[in-house]
């Protein structure tokens, strides 16, 4: 970037505020972002980032703004179609695409809105989006159906739809939460792509690796306060966690032996045609155990054989010593084992349901009273105890779990697992999409949880997850454990090294 | 040309059944594959068709309508009130009233989901027997026999007489009907407004938040079905030659099964044109088939609802996947 970019701006927010009801979710913040530049926001959840970036595009007037400036520009009132006509683009992170419509027709779409009868040129609309996808430098049928791509493609559709709009500050929410590391890499190269072209980014990502990596500078926002703007450059990860959270977050190797520890769960030649083959290994009571490898490398297929949603064609399995082979999940969590799914917020939860209907779930049968109905003293009970135990804050427990943040529904899904009294708990991929303070929070369970004698396996992607939680990890790919590491004999971008490579 | 295959799978697989049928009937009824059965098959599908390609925008939006056949009797009986009350009248002053009386009540429901947030199913079941109560009870049941001439004559838009001097027609309904099939399409696919709609059907969210507005969005659906609603009422007393106020009660559903056989997701965001005429063709066709194989009409009723149940459970196995599978091992 050249000194006379640097000195442009594509926006300036100047002691912005704004509250709703009683909460202050924004307090004189101020935001800069310049022209052409990567730049991340961060904050835990609820922080006030998604109402920084609604209150830009005039989803949300403030009720209090010193300078809003968008391109040099000075603007008063601002409205979602006005901000997007100056260049201003949101790519949430549900992206706000339409499955069943044509890639070209995604793309091309906000030309189609507005009330005043045209007709639709496809040709054109087809060649416009496909000039843009030849500038990212990708490569996506125009003709097929969203709902047939895969999520990475889908971000690319969204990025080239703000494309389509001249967008020359682009809001990126959450852009790679569900993308595996090598898809990551490649939405980085087109975010740097666009950078270098002059269009200003900015980045909303839990994954702090990821925002060092991509972004200059980063903008630190903690309870609608702003905290600081600070160059990535000597940024560590611990660091700007703490700056977040306003607290140390403990990042270090808490491996423990356990020598003494009965075997809870034991593989042996553990195979599956087409997912994963031979796998063989043993979890011993109150042990963390790491399996990480890239998506793909069969490790929730893995999870879901233990879990007896599928039948393994060789090998066998104990569970306490016992010969173990579940038909189905019902057998499964009879036996002692639980399961906190990846996708907990469609597999995971009843979205609708309340917060202790969806706690009980698993367990109804215990709480029947003799007449066979679900007692509701038992159920308050049982409930309460856990949600005291896991820290959720909760306004009632019959309200939707709809309400409640992303951290706090996954302790939910937790205290609904916990409830069946396990023997192992599997998690996968706990954290995706829960800010690094829930994060710290869900951890602090699992350890309290492991110390008390609960073999956990941890199954994730995130490297320095799998190193700070676990007591032992095992590297699995292309449906083979290649290797087991000690976390305390291993550094981070060792264990990188070995998987990524 | 794989994409074309792939979003039109519905359409092929329709039409491919729709040939065989048509082909099985010709060789066990001999009546079947002639030009006298043929135009009667029209003429008896264009009030149908008519409500179909209405439906069709009403689905595409993410909504449902109950209220339409019955809409249809309430427009007929009102227009005939009012053509007689003033004299007569002319089928411009026909198409206008019953055109205007059919939006509009496919306006109050419109107005009835939007304002109240409440989904389209509960309303239009509501408006289904509000509509149908409020007729039955002002009409008190009568038919209306003594129309206006212009509205019973035939008009014949095609006409031919075979070697045994037997009659082969086809009459206004079924040119009407060409026309509101072509306007449909020019809407839902040619212009931005049906676009649109596509959109609000299968992402309301994304849709508001890209500014589409949906209060506009639907009110045009729902109007449109009016609209649709209005035409066929208009063309249904062309056919029958006389307003009967419980006579289009229960097509509705007849209709629904059609335009979801076609491919029309019910949730919005998908349908086609094509779909929805050989869903509708596909219920006539097995219709008129059973009656000249003699089979009792219960049948009819049963196939259909199988048609049904083998069309959305078979709709979930993509065929393309076979394709793809076969193109990775080769």
């Given at each position: 970037m050249t000194t006379a970019e640097a000195d442009r701006y594509a926006l300036r927010l100047h002691k912005v505020s704004k509250a709703f009801g009683g909460v202050q979710a924004l307090n004189r913040v101020d935001f800069e972002v310049r022209a052409g530049e990567v730049h991340c926001l961060a904050g835990e959840n609820g922080c006030g980032k998604s109402t920084l970036i609604k209150t830009v595009i005039g989803v949300h007037q403030p009720e209090e703004a010193e300078l809003i400036e968008l391109f040099g520009e000075k603007v008063d009132r601002i409205n979602p179609v006005k901000a997007r006509e100056l260049g201003v683009s949101v790519i949430w992170q549900d992206l706000a695409l339409f499955p069943h419509m044509t890639v070209a027709e995604n793309i091309a779409f906000d030309d189609l809105v507005g009330l005043r009868p045209r007709s639709v040129r496809y040709r054109e609309m087809v060649r416009r989006a496909g000039d843009v996808l030849d500038r990212l430098g990708v490569d996506i049928s125009l003709g097929a159906s969203l709902?047939?791509?895969?999520?990475?493609?889908?971000?690319?559709?969204?990025i080239a739809r703000a494309l389509m709009n001249n967008a020359r500050l682009i809001f990126m929410d959450e852009p790679t939460a569900s993308l595996t590391q090598t898809e990551t890499d490649r939405l980085l190269d087109i975010v740097r792509k666009l950078s270098a072209d002059g269009v200003a980014i900015v980045f909303v990502s839990h994954r702090l690796a990821e925002v060092l990596e991509i972004a200059e500078r980063v903008t630190v926002v903690r309870d609608g306060n702003l905290v600081g703007v600070y160059p990535t450059e000597g940024m560590t990860q611990g660091r700007l966690g703490e700056l977040m959270t306003g607290h140390l977050i403990e990042d270090e190797v808490v491996a423990r032996d356990l020598p003494d520890a009965p075997t809870v769960f034991q593989a042996t030649g553990l195979t599956r045609r087409g997912e994963f083959s031979d796998i063989s290994f043993r979890i011993k009571a109150g042990e963390v155990l790491g399996l990480t490898g890239l998506i793909g490398a069969g490790r929730t297929e893995l999870a879901h054989v233990m879990m007896g949603m599928r039948q393994p064609d060789a090998g066998q399995m104990a569970l306490n010593g016992a010969s173990y082979r579940p038909a189905n999940i019902r057998e499964a969590i009879r036996g002692g084992m639980a399961y906190v799914s990846e996708d907990r917020l469609s597999l995971g939860l009843l979205q609708k349901q309340s917060i202790e209907d969806n706690t009980v779930i698993s367990v109804l049968r215990k709480l029947t009273t003799a007449a066979g109905l679900i007692s509701d003293t038992q159920k308050s009970r049982l409930v309460s105890h856990w949600i005291r135990e896991l820290g959720v804050k909760i306004g009632a427990a019959s309200d939707a779990i709809s309400t409640l943040s992303g951290g706090n529904q996954q302790k939910v899904v937790l205290a609904k697992w916990l409830a069946t009294e396990p023997r192992l708990l599997i998690l996968d991929s706990p954290t995706v999409g829960v800010d690094v303070g829930a994060r710290a929070g869900i951890f602090r369970i699992v350890r309290s949880l492991a110390e008390k004698g609960l073999a956990i396996l941890l199954i994730s992607d995130e490297v320095t997850e799998i190193m700070h939680q676990s007591d032992r990890i095992l590297h699995m790919a292309g449906g083979r454990i290649v290797e087991e590491y000690d976390p305390r004999a291993i550094s981070v971008p060792q264990l990188e090294e070995k998987i990524y490579a | 040309m794989r994409d074309a295959f792939r979003r039109y799978t519905i359409e092929l697989r329709l039409g491919v059944v729709l040939v065989v049928i048509c082909a099985l009937l010709s060789v066990a009824a001999p009546q079947f594959a002639t030009l006298p059965n043929a135009t009667s098959l029209l003429n008896n599908s264009a009030v149908n068709l008519i409500w179909a390609v209405g439906l069709l925008v009403v689905l595409i939006a993410g909504g449902i309508d109950i209220s339409f056949a019955v809409a249809s009797s309430v427009v007929?009986?009102?227009?005939?009130?009012?053509?007689?009350?003033?004299?007569?009248?002319?089928?411009?002053?026909?198409?206008?009233?019953?055109?205007?009386?059919?939006?509009?009540?496919?306006?109050?429901?419109?107005?009835?989901?939007?304002?109240?947030?409440?989904?389209?199913?509960?309303?239009?079941?509501?408006?289904?027997?509000?509509?149908?109560?409020?007729?039955?009870?002002?009409?008190?049941?009568?038919?209306?026999?003594?129309?206006?001439?212009?509205?019973?004559?035939?008009?014949?838009?095609?006409?031919?007489?075979?070697?045994?001097?037997?009659?082969?027609?086809?009459?206004?309904?079924?040119?009407?009907?060409?026309?509101?099939?072509?306007?449909?399409?020019?809407?839902?696919?040619?212009?931005?407004?049906?676009?649109?709609?596509?959109?609000?059907?299968?992402?309301?969210?994304?849709?508001?938040?890209?500014?589409?507005?949906?209060?506009?969005?639907?009110?045009?659906?729902?109007?449109?079905?009016g609209l649709m609603a209005g035409i066929a009422g208009l063309m249904q007393v062309n056919l029958v030659k006389e307003v009967v106020p419980n006579a289009l009660y229960g097509r509705e559903l007849d209709v629904l099964a059609a335009v979801v056989l076609g491919g029309a997701r019910l949730g919005g965001g998908k349908g086609t044109i094509l779909g929805c005429i050989l869903g509708v063709m596909f219920v006539a066709v097995t219709q008129n088939g059973l009656n000249l194989l003699g089979v009792s009409p219960f049948a009819f009723q049963m196939i259909i609802g199988a048609a049904i149940l083998v069309a959305i459970s078979t709709s979930n196995i993509d065929l393309s996947q076979f394709f793809r599978n076969k193109e990775a091992s080769s």
């Open positions: 709902s047939d791509l895969a999520i990475a493609q889908r971000q690319v559709v969204a | 007929q009986y009102l227009a005939a009130k009012l053509l007689i009350g003033i004299g007569g009248g002319n089928w411009l002053l026909g198409f206008l009233f019953c055109g205007s009386l059919g939006i509009l009540l496919g306006l109050l429901n419109a107005w009835l989901i939007h304002g109240f947030r409440i989904i389209s199913i509960v309303v239009t079941i509501a408006t289904f027997n509000a509509f149908f109560g409020l007729l039955m009870f002002f009409s008190g049941g009568r038919n209306i026999y003594n129309l206006p001439d212009w509205w019973t004559a035939r008009i014949f838009i095609f006409e031919h007489e075979n070697a045994q001097g037997v009659w082969s027609e086809l009459t206004l309904p079924v040119a009407v009907m060409i026309g509101c099939i072509v306007a449909t399409w020019v809407l839902i696919k040619r212009t931005n407004i049906g676009r649109q709609l596509y959109a609000f059907g299968d992402n309301p969210e994304g849709a508001r938040r890209a500014g589409v507005n949906i209060a506009v969005m639907q009110g045009v659906a729902f109007g449109w079905m």
